[in-house]
């Protein structure tokens, strides 16, 4: 099966600088790529997709980027800012199963 | 527009006890699967049910069923309880036929196995 790996796992910046969470995944088949954003306590939204016929895809200050032959992906935050904080998962998805990383745990100092 | 809502939010459960938990998908999707998320840890496939049947299934023992009904909201069942298997444990949903797709994810069930 798929096996996605995320790094870092934890990550602090300064509110006002970039950060970046890249992901990895081993099934070339795998075609469908979305970043979910979990807070404490609540339930994981997802705040960009991209898909495999893809190779960058931006939303405002959040931007996703694809590199299919590597089969990896990563996520671009710019300008962070305090409600930045929070954990954000990447995933990898073929036919309607998503398998997702452990996790990156995103701390913006004000 | 109703979202993806779980029962119960939060449960406690002893070593070798049955437990069901309930999800009713977003209006408009017809799919629902089920995650488990250890924690700190990113959710793992348990399955996925669409047309009442089960589609897909990750790597979880027999111990962990479930069904749908025609109303497309869904249940997951586990069996013999065991320590591990206390988890938040989340439902999400999707429309099948519109291909790769996001889950939209309820605020899942706090399971504590003691």
Do not use: M
């Amino acid at each position: 099966g798929e096996n996605v790996e995320q790094h870092p796992s934890t990550l602090s910046v300064q509110e006002g600088d970039s950060a970046v969470i890249k992901c990895t995944y081993s099934d070339s088949a795998s075609n469908y790529f979305p970043w979910y954003k979990q807070e404490l306590g609540k339930r994981p939204q997802l705040i960009i997709d991209i898909r495999s016929n893809v190779g960058e895809k931006k939303d405002q200050r959040i931007a996703v980027t694809l590199n299919k032959t590597a089969k990896h992906f990563s996520l671009h935050i710019t300008e962070t800012q305090p409600e930045d904080s929070a954990v954000y998962f990447c995933a990898a998805s073929r036919r309607n199963q998503f398998y997702f990383g452990t996790g990156t745990s995103l701390t913006v100092i004000p | 527009d109703a979202g993806v809502t779980q029962s119960p939010t939060h449960l406690i459960k002893t070593r070798g006890q049955q437990v069901t938990l309930r999800c009713s998908p977003k209006s408009g999707h017809d799919t629902v699967s089920w995650y488990q998320q250890a924690l700190g840890q990113g959710p793992q496939f348990i399955f996925q049910y669409y047309e009442e049947e089960e589609r897909q299934r990750g790597n979880f023992p027999d111990r962990f069923s479930g069904h749908q009904f025609p109303n497309y909201s869904s249940e997951l069942n586990v069996n013999a309880l065991l320590l591990g298997d206390s988890a938040l444990y989340l439902c999400a949903s999707s429309s099948w036929g519109a291909g790769n797709q996001p889950q939209h994810f309820g605020d899942g069930t706090r399971l504590s196995i003691l």
